[in-house]
């Protein structure tokens, strides 16, 4: 939503909805909100690995050379190929990560 629908949106607003609107921006202190914080993690040594991480670093002492640790399968196709569905395959895929 751009910053123009919202002046739009809140130039449609009644003068009492624009009040009401007004005090809840405000909140019960006038003070924003805040979310709470991760805490820093204390340097007492190593960070931990995740499970992915030490699996990867697994495979890594096996075979220091390989790039396909990543790899889990591999498949072959045939016939004709519909880029129109493999784009928005691609396209559905990045727009989820």
Same mark, same amino acid.
């Given at each position: 939503m751009s910053s123009g629908s919202l002046a739009e949106r809140r130039a449609r607003l009644t003068p009492e909805q624009r009040n009401r609107l007004a005090q809840r921006l405000a909140g019960a202190g006038g003070a924003p909100r805040q979310e709470p914080t991760i805490p820093r !993690?204390? /340097?007492a040594g190593p960070a931990l690995l995740s499970y992915a991480q030490q699996r990867h670093w697994f495979l890594w002492q @096996?075979? /220091?050379s390989s790039t396909a640790y990543h790899l889990s399968g591999v498949l !072959? @196709?045939?016939g004709n190929l519909d880029i129109g569905a493999v784009r928005s395959s691609f396209e559905a895929v990045v727009a989820r990560h």
């Open positions: !993690r204390k /340097p @096996l075979e /220091p !072959r @196709l045939t």
